[in-house]
Nanobody, 124 residues
């Protein structure tokens, strides 16, 4: 599986962006997917995760502003980001577990596949 992330860019504080992460194959059988980010000079951190059943989990810093979703028909993971803040500036990475895996990578972030990252810059 190859992942292609897109949708990053420069936006003013309060603005919105939608990130996409397209997989090269079907995602129907992928149980765990997520978005992570790495702010400048900091470690990578969880943004949001979603299961095949639609269960979601968000970092406290993005709750109420970001929405993770998946479209199995389009083999794509999304992250809708609203009310963006300068502290949201980071490289955003999508991550997928391998199909049919029963291992839950949400705590360890040990996903099998990672996208190349897309830069989001929020100006004040």
């Amino acid at each position: 599986v190859q992942l292609q992330a897109s949708g990053g860019g420069l936006v003013e504080a309060g603005g919105s962006l939608r990130l996409s992460c397209a997989a090269s194959g079907s995602i129907v059988s992928i149980n765990f997917m997520g978005w992570y980010r790495q702010p400048p000079g900091k470690h990578r951190e969880l943004v949001a995760t979603i299961t095949s059943g639609g269960s979601t989990k968000y970092a406290d810093s993005v709750k109420g502003r970001f929405t993770i979703s998946r479209d199995n028909a389009k083999n794509t993971l999304y992250l809708q980001m609203n009310s963006l803040k300068p502290e949201d500036t980071a490289v955003y990475y999508c991550a997928y577990d391998r199909p049919f895996s029963t291992y839950d990578p949400r705590e360890s972030a040990k996903y099998d596949y990672w996208g190349q990252g897309t830069l989001v810059t929020v100006s004040s």
